[in-house]
C-alpha cells in the first residue's frame, strides 16, 4: 500500500513540477491586478528575510504551538483514512470489500467540495486561523456524532462532514505560517513539518490501542475526535495570542498594525469617485502651525502649494504631519511633475497629488507612471525608509498604495484644453482641476477669470471632465464664483487661500481703527 502511495505521489509531484506556473508572471489564473498584488508581496516578504538557526526555533513557543497542532491535524487525518474501510464496513454489516469501499468513497467526493469551498471563503474573509480552527472543530464534532449514532445515514453524513473539514484543515493553516512565524525564527519550518509527518506514521498505534481500552469497535474514533477538538482548541489559542494580547503599555500590537495599515485608506479618493461635493481651502503660507490651523476647521481637503508658495520638502513633509491627526484631507501640488520631485512627495507620506501644467495626454501618462510601482510605473522603491509606509511598518505597502492614490492633474492652458479629451482617457487619472489664473491668461485675458469667454471655457470643460467619470477641480476665491462652478458640476472646489483670508481679516480689522481704510480689496482671481 505504502509503495501505490509512494508512487503516486511522486507521480503527481513531477506532473505538478512541469505543469503549474512557477512564476506570478507565468500565472494564467490571476488577473494582471491580482499578480501586481503578488509580486509585490513577494517583494515586500523579500525585505523581511532574517537569518535564523534551529536553536532559535527550539525556543520559540510560536513554533512549538504550530507542530503539536500539524501533529494533532496529521493524527486525525490519518487515523480517519486508516479505520474508516473498518468502520463502514462495520455500518453495513459485512466485511471490508468491494460494497465497503464504494461507499468509503463518498467521503473522498464530500472533500472535493470543501477543497473548493473552504479556501476561497478564508482567501475571501482573510480569517484563516479561525477557519483552520472551526473546521477541525466541526471534523471532531463530526467524527463525535458519527460514534454517538452509529447505525444511520446520519452517521455517513457525519465522516463526510469530518473527512472535508480534515483535508481543508492543513491547507487553510498553512497559509497563515508566515505571518505566525514573523514571531518566531525563518527556520522553524524545518522542525515542525518533521513532527507533522510523524503523526502520519504515528497515527494508527493510539488509535488500535484505545480501541481496546475504550470501546470494542468505537474507541479509535473517540481517539480521533478528542485529538482534532484538542487541535482546533491550540489554533484558537494561537489566533487569540496573535489578536488579543496587549504588550505592557496596554497597547495591542495588532491594533497598531491595524492602524498603521488604515493608513493607506483614502476617503477623499473615495468620495470624488462615489461624485461627492468637497469644500477646501488653499495653503499658501508654508507652515505647519497654519496648516493645522486650517485642519480644524473642517474643510474636506487641504491644497499644501509647493508651486508658488516658498515650501521645501521638509516644508511639506512638517505640514503633512501637522494635519495628520483631523478628518481634513492634504494634496500636495508640487513645483512640477518630474519623477524625482513625484517620488520624494510620495515617500514623505502624500496621498493626493495636483500635479500643474499637464498639457498632453503623454504627459499625464508620464505622471501616473512617476506615481506606480513597477510593472505599472517607474516610481522608486524605498518604502522602508519613508514616512509613507512609515519606515516599514505598514504591511503590504507597495502591493497596496496603488489603490489609495489619488492623482489630479491641472488643465490650465489653451494647449491642454484642446487635449481634455487624451487626458481624460488616460488610465490613472482621478480627477482633472482647471487653473483659472494660468487659463485666463493662455486664452489672452491675464488676472481675468471673470470673463465671459474665460467663464464659458471653464463652465464647458467642467462639464466634459464629469461626463467622462472623472472628478472635476477649482480654486474660486470669490464666493459666487464658487457657488457656480458647484452649479457647474465641479465637486472639489477651494473656496479661498489662507494668506489671502489672513491679509484680508488684516484689512478689515484695520479699517475699523484707521480713517482713509476702505476694507480688503476685492480680488479677481488667484
Request: proline share 4%.
Amino acid at each position: 500500500m505504502f509503495v501505490i502511495e509512494g508512487l503516486l505521489a511522486v507521480g503527481a509531484g513531477v506532473f505538478t513540477f512541469f505543469w503549474l506556473d512557477d512564476t506570478p508572471e507565468q500565472a494564467r489564473f490571476l488577473s494582471k491586478q491580482e499578480k501586481t498584488l503578488l509580486i509585490n508581496q513577494l517583494a515586500s516578504e523579500e525585505q523581511q528575510k532574517v537569518t535564523s538557526r534551529l536553536s532559535d526555533a527550539l525556543r520559540n513557543g510560536r513554533v512549538w504551538q504550530l507542530a503539536i497542532i500539524y501533529l494533532t491535524i496529521q493524527v486525525a487525518v490519518y487515523g480517519l483514512i486508516f479505520f474508516l474501510p473498518t468502520q463502514v464496513a462495520a455500518l453495513l454489516g459485512t466485511k471490508v470489500g468491494f460494497t465497503a469501499s464504494v461507499v468509503t468513497a463518498i467521503p473522498w467526493v464530500a472533500a472535493l467540495f470543501g477543497t473548493w469551498l473552504i479556501p476561497r471563503y478564508s482567501d475571501k474573509t482573510g480569517e484563516r486561523r479561525n477557519v483552520a480552527a472551526l473546521t477541525l472543530l466541526a471534523a471532531g464534532i463530526g467524527i463525535g456524532l458519527f460514534r454517538a449514532a452509529f447505525s444511520s445515514t446520519g452517521d455517513r453524513s457525519a465522516v463526510c462532514c469530518s473527512h472535508r473539514v480534515y483535508c481543508r484543515a492543513t491547507g487553510v493553516l498553512d497559509d497563515a505560517d508566515t505571518a505566525s512565524f514573523r514571531y518566531g525564527a525563518g527556520c522553524g519550518d524545518w522542525f515542525y513539518k518533521p513532527v507533522w509527518c510523524s503523526g502520519r506514521v504515528y497515527c494508527p498505534d493510539p488509535a488500535r490501542e484505545s480501541r481496546n481500552v475504550i470501546f470494542q469497535r468505537c474507541g479509535g474514533l473517540l481517539t480521533l475526535a478528542a485529538v482534532a477538538v484538542i487541535g482546533s482548541l491550540i489554533i484558537f489559542t494561537l489566533a487569540c495570542k496573535s489578536h488579543c494580547c496587549a504588550d505592557r503599555r496596554g497597547t495591542s500590537l495588532n491594533s497598531l498594525r491595524n492602524t498603521m495599515n488604515a493608513l493607506l485608506t483614502n476617503p477623499f479618493k473615495e468620495r470624488l469617485r462615489k461624485g461627492e461635493v468637497q469644500i477646501g481651502l488653499w495653503l499658501s503660507s508654508t507652515t505647519a502651525y497654519m496648516a493645522e490651523i486650517a485642519a480644524t476647521s473642517g474643510y474636506d481637503w487641504l491644497l499644501i502649494d509647493g508651486e508658488h508658495a516658498p515650501n521645501t520638502i521638509q516644508d511639506l513633509y512638517h505640514q503633512l504631519q501637522a494635519v495628520a491627526p483631523y478628518a481634513s484631507h492634504p494634496v500636495i501640488r508640487p513645483v512640477e511633475g518630474s519623477k524625482p520631485l513625484i517620488k520624494q512627495v510620495l515617500d514623505i507620506g502624500a496621498q493626493t497629488l495636483l500635479i500643474p501644467m499637464v498639457d498632453t495626454a503623454d504627459q499625464a501618462r508620464q505622471v501616473v507612471s512617476a506615481t506606480r510601482y513597477p510593472p505599472y510605473g517607474e516610481r522608486g522603491v524605498g518604502a522602508s525608509v519613508a514616512r509613507a509606509a512609515r519606515w516599514g511598518r505598514i504591511e503590504n505597502y507597495m502591493a497596496q498604495v496603488n489603490d489609495s492614490l489619488c492623482l489630479l492633474v491641472q488643465v490650465e492652458s489653451k494647449t491642454a484644453l484642446d487635449n481634455l479629451d487624451e487626458i481624460l482617457d488616460v488610465e490613472g487619472i482621478d480627477g482633472v482641476f482647471i487653473g483659472p489664473a494660468d487659463l485666463s491668461a493662455s486664452l489672452g485675458y491675464p488676472d481675468n477669470a471673470g470673463h465671459p469667454e474665460v467663464q464659458r471655457i471653464i463652465e464647458t470643460s467642467i462639464r466634459r471632465i464629469r461626463a467622462a467619470g472623472k472628478a472635476a477641480g477649482f480654486l474660486a476665491v470669490a464666493p459666487d464664483m464658487a457657488q457656480q462652478c458647484l452649479a457647474w458640476g465641479a465637486n472639489f472646489v477651494a473656496v479661498g487661500v489662507d494668506t489671502m483670508l489672513y491679509s484680508d481679516a488684516l484689512d478689515q480689522r484695520l479699517a475699523m481703527f484707521k480713517s482713509g481704510k476702505n476694507g480688503p480689496r476685492v480680488k479677481g482671481s488667484y
